[in-house]
């Protein structure tokens, strides 16, 4: 078979039309893409904000506990206050302690004090406070670390009292030279 034989049977190829084809077909691609990719912006921002609302509806507090202070055991010095500001009642709470020591940026804290959560049921204007260890993740000055062999011995001694006492006042300067934060991560509605 020849060449001409071939165009006669198939017919000639305009190529000038199958390349607007393709750059039209192109075209509504890109286009489709594009509107994709706003329309997934516009819900992706709509949810940020949403989750942004629920998390500025809790309040929370967190203080290191001075020396004698009977709110919490001597164990766990760290207060923790959460308030539901919100007109809904709140199922479950996620939340995170920073701890930071005065005039530094890095965040010290470790354990418990990251991203514990608590299925306390709040209502609206009600409040749950909670005691936490602190534990910090390099010693600073002298360690903040809560020894339960010493515990267990002061107790056994009937001094537990005494190293309760003992056990705050060694870690005051520790404990006056760092600073709390409270932040909320994740609040769930009943």
């Known amino acids: 078979m020849k060449i001409k034989d071939i165009k006669k049977d198939i017919g ?7 390349g607007k084809k393709t750059t039209r077909f192109i075209k509504w691609a890109l286009l489709g893409f594009v509107l ?7 819900v992706n ?5 949403y989750e942004k609302s629920k998390l500025s509806n809790i309040k929370i507090e967190a203080e ?6 009977e709110r919490c055991d ?7 206050t959460l308030t539901n500001i919100s007109e809904k009642t709140i199922a479950e709470t996620r939340y995170d302690i920073e701890v930071h020591r005065i005039g530094y940026s890095s965040d010290i804290a470790a354990n418990e004090l990251k991203w514990p959560e608590t299925d306390k049921i709040l209502l609206p204007g009600e409040s749950a406070s909670f ?12 360690s903040y670390a809560f020894n339960p062999f010493d515990a267990k011995a002061a107790s056994i001694d009937g001094k537990l009292e005494e190293y309760a006492q003992d056990y705050r006042e060694r870690n ?5 030279d760092l600073a709390l934060t409270g932040v909320v991560t994740s609040v769930d509605y009943k």
């Open 12 to 18: 000639e190829i305009d190529l000038g039309k199958a």
């Open 64 to 69: 290191i506990l001075k020396v004698g202070d």
């Open 36 to 42: 994709i990719v706003v329309l997934g912006g516009i």
């Open 74 to 80: 001597f164990q766990k010095p760290v207060y923790v």
């Open 131 to 142: 005691c936490l260890t602190l534990d910090l993740e390099y010693p600073y000055g002298e």
């Open 45 to 49: 921002s709509a949810l940020f904000l």
């Open 172 to 176: 005051a300067k520790t404990i006056k």
